[in-house]
Nanobody, 131 residues
Framework: QLQTVESGGGLVQAGGSLSLSCAASGDTFANYAMAWSRQAPGKEREFVAAISWSGRNIYYAGSVQGRFTISRDNARDTVYLQMNSLKPEDTADYSC????????????????????????WGQGTQVTVSS
């Protein structure tokens, strides 16, 4: 089972940038598709971005498309979320999670971008965007 620890959150003005990191441990990171989600107080969790185990396939929610970039470094067991042009509505607690590639045999080739496949989100890192 993969464990994750997020970092890099903070307070930033609208229009600014932040870079989040998610360090993984407990299993072979390169075998996992990874994803970021966020949850604001009183709101449902929102699936933000996902990246396949190889890094060749990437998904973004429409609300962050063109502003956020997900990437991974399998040598460092880390997945990143670069957030640019931040808006007050991006304020939330951001978490990451992984799904092993073996899930494809059960759930099909698009498992890596299916938010229902991710259920072990980390503690999160708080991002606050001021207007």
């Amino acid at each position: 089972q993969l464990q994750t620890v997020e970092s890099g959150g903070g307070l930033v003005q609208a229009g600014g940038s932040l870079s989040l990191s998610c360090a993984a441990s407990g299993d072979t990171f390169a075998n996992y598709a990874m994803a970021w989600s966020r949850q604001a107080p009183g709101k449902e969790r929102e699936f933000v971005a996902a990246i396949s185990w190889s890094g060749r396939n990437i998904y973004y929610a429409g609300s962050v498309q063109g502003r956020f970039t997900i990437s991974r470094d399998n040598a460092r067991d880390t997945v990143y979320l670069q957030m640019n042009s931040l808006k007050p509505e991006d304020t939330a607690d951001y978490s990451c999670a992984g799904v092993p590639y073996s899930r494809e045999y059960r759930s099909g080739p698009n498992y890596w971008r299916d938010e229902q496949e991710y259920d072990d989100w980390g503690q999160g890192t708080q991002v606050t965007v001021s207007s």
